[in-house]
């Protein structure tokens, strides 16, 4: 298999053989129906507390819970295929890890845009979000590129769970820890100094900046150094993450631990 | 007698399993800090300290909900994958008698994070929450857990026929955290929702626990909860004798 | 209590006509429902004390004849008594008086301990609370898990799992007990001791049905089988009864290295050739033809594996597995 092919087919075909995701019982309820309302729930709060705008918590949570598909998503085709005894037999296929392991994100990072994106589009109209149109297009960039900074987050998640037996106490901790960081539902300026420096190097934070200028009316080439950062901030937690699966991957071997019991 | 019996049998030892699990212990206690510190954030910005203790009292409540939801959603299909959901069923005791309790004690673990988000509250946000009547603060938080783990009941036995029950249980988590008016009072709502939240015993609950705690009676709330929770396992015992019977035409007792 | 038959013993349990279709689903785009028919039109009838095996293969309907019994299917069509009432009408009655044990790994509660897994179905049986104390210890010593009660059931292997399924079953001291392929995955001693419990059971008085696809199990324990293959029962009686349907005959096993079926297809054509089956022995394959009564077939069935290798050729006397074969396969 050439690398493109190993890159799209094989990421597919794991994606759909490890997850359920597609299931439409799990996928409206948990991808649709829930993030909707966890926009619901703080634009509520925010009324209640008088603060921000709704645009300020659509976005926010919007662009925060693809965290949800990001992180868990990556994290289980990782450790689905160690529970599948799989990971072996993959990484000792001829094929480049790279191409390997990228093809297996993208799917995710779709899946993780799509969720965005559709949340930020339903919760909109629900509060009245008025966004010019040309503003879409860069949103839609910047919302993809926050859902790929998140997904590289997911491969370090993903590495961790190779040494953390519950993963998914892990993958709920770190979406908790998006919720506060970056900015979604408090404005990182208002965050104690020490947050704020966290919060710089979290997914989501310059990419929910971004979008809450370009829905201001704010320009494409205002928001460039944002999305740059973010897709830098991907970059760096994804090369971190594929890092550390290959550590693993050599401790596994030496100590026969890539399979789990 | 044996009612009785059964019940807390069965509640002590569903404990026993929840609180051998790190995922609903760790897990159920760290979680809701996390909403609960971006609620404190949000209502602190003013000077007036009656919206943070209005925020840590319903922030705790939430864990309640949170540990019941999910948990109770997939609890008949994880029974159904660990292929104890045919021995129940073919039990001679009710299998409401034997349901109602795991989901109670669902409800029970959440104390755990109701304490820790109110500790967390008062070491980190200084929030100090004084308990007005500690005598009917006692019952209220009891009345809440009881008619919380109803409501939990209610949810296994109306989701038992689908595989991804858990997600339809993860799926009410936020709507009944907005509708029951945790951290956000009922008259922010249009008039339609009104009728929602009442119907939900989780918002008697948490304005019998403010009540007892800020001062206010609470004692028609806890009677609304409770009376609530009462309802809630009528029509689930109503429920469970459709249910068992279609499931044992169908034959999805044991599939996993 | 139970049926009176003609001979005047009690009928414990009577399966009649017994029925059951399953409706499924295939594919995710287009979904076409397929109608299966697991169990057609089974009948049979155990008396009290008896201990009653129903050997089949895999997928041949035990499971889903005795999950009917149990209460926990409704037949789509049939009906079944187990002590005079019917397992529909009077599911409660029935759950109270039967005791059910299946095998595997399931069907425990992980994290509790193998004395809380026993306290709480002994709760849910309604066992005397003054008496649990002492039937759980007294059940504990028959299945020999004295002593490590307290340990969490995650760490038990296959077969102390397997004679703690039997403890819950018994709890309630029920008069008659069901049985799903208990001694499946246990190791060969210890399924040995867990077959001589369950004799024990029958020399107390209870009335056992037990589902098995080890035919010498069904040898060794039961008063009388009854051979089911694709949902209907084949033959009914005691172990003698069946060996004497084949015992007029003999068997000719061959060794083979390789063959094709086509070849095995040819023997099957030969005149007074019953069955021939063949089995995979590691390296080796094992022709196994059954034969009509006085014949000599030994040299026709050479002929018709000419060039093939050929190892021992041997001719014996029919056992109840050759039975079983012939009956299962002409089903």
Same mark, same amino acid.
């Given at each position: 298999m050439t690398s493109a092919r190993v890159f799209f087919f094989g990421g597919i075909a794991s994606y759909r053989a490890l997850f #359920?995701? %597609?299931s439409p019982w799990v996928f409206i309820p948990s991808l649709l129906v829930a993030p909707v309302f966890q926009i619901l729930l703080f634009v509520y709060i925010g009324r209640s507390a008088q603060l921000e705008s709704d645009e300020f918590y659509v976005i926010g949570n919007a662009i925060q819970y693809a965290a949800i598909p990001c992180l868990f998503a990556m994290t289980h085709l990782i450790a689905g295929e160690r529970f599948q005894q799989t990971l072996g037999y993959i990484l000792i *296929?001829? +094929?480049?890890?790279l191409p390997l392991f990228l093809g297996r994100a993208l799917p995710v990072v779709v899946n993780g845009f799509f969720v965005a994106a559709f949340s930020l589009v339903v919760g909109g109209a629900i509060v009245g979000m008025q966004v010019p149109a040309s503003a879409w297009g860069p949103i839609a960039l910047a919302t993809a590129v926050s859902a790929f900074s998140c997904t590289g987050l997911g491969l370090v998640n993903a590495g961790l769970g190779f040494v953390v037996r519950e993963t998914s106490v892990l993958s709920n901790i770190i979406f908790g820890l998006l919720l506060v960081f *970056? #900015? +979604?539902?408090? !404005?990182?300026?208002? %965050? !104690?100094r020490w947050m704020q420096i966290v919060s710089e190097g979290m997914p989501f934070t310059h990419g929910i900046e971004a979008v809450r200028r370009l829905a201001d009316g704010g320009a494409l080439a205002d928001v460039w150094g944002l999305i740059g950062l973010e897709a830098l901030i991907g970059v760096v937690y994804g090369a971190g993450g594929y890092a550390l699966i290959r550590a693993m991957e050599v401790v596994g071997r030496r100590h026969a631990t890539l399979e789990r019991a | 007698m044996t009612t009785a019996r059964l019940l807390w049998v069965g509640w002590l030892m569903q404990m026993k399993m929840l609180a051998r699990s790190s995922f609903n212990t760790l897990l159920g206690i760290v979680y809701p800090l996390f909403f609960a510190t971006v609620a404190f954030f949000m209502f602190r910005?003013?000077?007036?300290p009656k919206p943070l203790l209005y925020a840590s009292l319903g922030a705790a409540v939430m864990g309640i909900w949170g540990a019941t939801s999910t948990a109770a959603g997939g609890s008949l299909a994880q029974q159904r994958w660990h292929g104890t959901l045919e021995l129940l069923v073919a039990a001679p005791a009710h299998f409401a008698l034997i349901l109602l309790p795991t989901t109670i004690a669902m409800a029970t673990i959440g104390i755990y994070s109701m304490a820790s988000t109110l500790l967390w509250g008062w070491l980190v946000f200084g929030i100090d929450v004084q308990i007005g009547d500690p005598l009917a603060f006692l019952i209220a938080v009891p009345a809440t857990v009881i008619s919380i783990g109803a409501l939990g009941f209610l949810l296994a036995i109306a989701f038992v026929r689908f595989r991804q029950a858990w997600a339809l249980g993860n799926m009410l988590e936020y709507p009944v955290w907005l509708v029951s008016g945790f951290l956000v009072p009922l008259t922010l709502f249009p008039g339609w929702v009104l009728p929602i939240s009442w119907a939900l015993a989780p918002t008697w609950g948490i304005d019998a626990i403010r009540g007892a705690a800020l001062g206010g009676s609470p004692w028609e709330d806890i009677a609304m909860a409770l009376a609530l929770g009462a309802g809630y396992v009528a029509i689930g015992v109503l429920l469970v004798q459709r249910t068992l019977r279609a499931a044992r035409t169908k034959g999805t007792l044991a599939l996993s | 209590m139970g049926c009176l038959t003609r001979l005047g013993r009690v009928n414990v349990v009577e399966a009649i006509d017994l029925r059951r279709t399953y409706k499924t689903t295939t594919g995710t785009i287009r979904r076409r429902s397929l109608e299966v028919e697991a169990v057609r039109g089974v009948s049979f009838e155990i008396a009290e004390g008896e201990l009653f095996g129903l050997l089949g293969p895999n997928g041949a309907g035990k499971t889903t004849t005795i999950k009917m019994l149990i209460t926990l299917l409704i037949p789509t069509s049939g009906s079944a008594r187990v002590l005079g009432h019917d397992v529909v009408q009077d599911a409660r009655w029935v759950r109270k008086h039967i005791g059910y044990v299946f095998g595997g790994d399931r069907g425990l509660y992980e994290r509790l301990s193998a004395l809380d897994n026993l306290r709480y179905f002994a709760e849910l049986y309604a066992v005397e609370p003054r008496g649990q104390r002492a039937r759980i210890d007294e059940l504990l010593e028959l299945v020999g898990l004295k002593g490590r009660?307290?340990?969490?059931?995650?760490?038990?292997s296959r077969g102390m799992r397997q004679r703690l399924h039997i403890a819950r079953g018994l709890l309630h001291d029920p008069p008659v007990v069901f049985l799903d392929?208990?001694?499946?995955?246990?190791?060969p001693v210890g399924a040995r001791e867990l077959r001589a419990t369950i004799a024990s059971l029958t020399a107390a008085g209870k009335t056992v049905l037990l589902t098995t696809h080890y035919m010498f199990e069904a040898d060794a324990l039961c008063d009388r089988i009854a051979v089911i293959a694709n949902g209907e029962i084949v033959a009914q009686g005691t172990p003698a009864q069946l060996k004497a349907g084949v015992a007029d005959g003999s068997v000719v096993e061959v060794e083979l290295f390789g063959v094709e079926e086509d070849r095995v297809e040819r023997v099957r054509t030969l005149d007074g050739v019953r069955t021939a089956t063949l089995e995979d022995r590691d390296q080796k394959q094992l022709l196994i033809v059954q034969t009509a009564p006085g014949l000599e077939l030994t040299h026709a069935i050479l002929s018709q594996l000419n060039g093939a290798s050929i190892g021992r050729v041997s001719s014996r006397e029919p056992t109840l597995e050759d039975a079983y074969v012939q009956l299962v396969t002409s089903a």
């Open positions: #359920g995701w %597609l *296929t001829p +094929a480049r890890r *970056t #900015g +979604a539902n408090v !404005p990182v300026d208002q %965050l !104690p | 910005a003013g000077d007036d | 009660e307290k340990e969490r059931v995650e760490g038990y392929e208990p001694t499946i995955g246990v190791d």
